[in-house]
């Protein structure tokens, strides 16, 4: 799930460049965005949504 939301991000910061398709939609991106901060974003609030989703399954939450 993570890599997935990373492949978005970045795939939205190079579709300018004729990037791929994207696996959920995902807001366009400007020119001057970076890459690398795109994927790191990314992966954060993934893993922040999937910690928040296994503390309430677990009845932490």
């Given amino acids: ?3 997935g939301a990373v492949y978005d991000a ?3 910061v190079d579709a300018i460049a004729g990037g791929y ?3 959920l939609p995902t807001p366009a991106a400007g020119p001057t965005y970076s890459q690398d901060a795109a994927a790191a974003t990314a992966a ?5 949504a999937l910690q928040r989703v296994d503390a309430v399954c677990i009845g932490m939450g």
Avoid: L
């Fill in 1 to 3: 799930m993570v890599q």
């Fill in 10 to 12: 970045v795939d939205a």
């Fill in 21 to 23: 398709g994207s696996y």
């Fill in 44 to 48: 954060f609030r993934a893993a922040v």
